[in-house]
């Protein structure tokens, strides 16, 4: 990734898949469409997978790679193959000089440090941006055969939007399978809510620190994509999750928010009470800020239903805000 590009999408497929289970998840999913994953899997022993350290920090989001890992050749006999993962959201230029550094500064150097003269390196590029793009594909008025032969390594491309629905509802790695749900969508809101919701049962079952953080990272993830109000609806979709392990979902925002405008309305009721009778100001206080609060709920597309039932107000009062 280019320094200007580091941004919490590639931040999120880091936090995923650095974990070496998630990895394998993963390459399963893209091998069940994917021919030179499943090639890849073939050559390899996938139980042997091992991060190589100090790739990429978590802290300011610099480094080398995405990821980087080791793992043993099918063969046998130590045989150690390097591979690189990288992740792109939109089509960039500067893609093969960056996995070229990569191998350079990343595969090499470990090589060295084994006292090997160099690893074999396979490089995937995980993709999910909105338009077709491949940047192996460097010759395209030749014939495939000769597209990617200028690569110092063997090249694999993984466009996340072909793993079907179907395989991730079955995967049973749930963080592996939410997530690559939530990129295969992130540029469609109108598929996301409801791919994701199909596996909030499976999430109810994860020790809750884990559904948590899981949670909190998809929403993180998402926020760059989506726009307020379908971020919320999507909190609000998995609010009793969030409620059962502490996650601030978009619902909890709204309660919380009328909880302090009835609080408000309380104190400035109090005060009107000064000269105006105490009762009647808190009524007028309370009335005010329960207004003020449901028309702004209503302005961001919650149901006036939903509006009605907080706040007390019938729903022709709401409409008429």
Known sequence: MTKNSRRSHDAFFRWLFADENHLRALLKLSAKSNLEIQQFLAAVDPNTFVRIPDTYSNVDETGEADLAFRVNASSGDHALVGVLLEHKSGPDANTLAQMKKYVNSVMNAYAQSHSATQIPTVAILFYNGKVPWDPY?????????????????????VNMTQISDDDCLKCEDVATAMGVTAMKYAFNSKKLRGALLQFKGRVQKLPPA?????LE?????????????????????FVSIGQKYGFVSAGDVFRQRQAEALAEGIS?????????????GMKKGMMAKTR???KAFRNKGFSLEAIADATGLTIDEIKAL
């Open 292 to 294: 003020s609060l449901a």
């Open 137 to 157: 594909k460097n010759f395209p008025q030749y014939p495939e055969y000769f597209h990617n032969l200028i690569l110092p390594f063997k090249a694999a491309f």
């Open 210 to 214: 884990e559904a948590k953080n899981l």
């Open 268 to 280: 400035k009721g109090r005060k009107e009470g000064l000269s105006k009778g105490r009762a009647e």
């Open 217 to 237: 990272k998809i929403s993180l993830y998402l926020k760059e994509f989506l726009d307020d109000k379908v971020l919320e609806e999507l909190n609000v979709a």
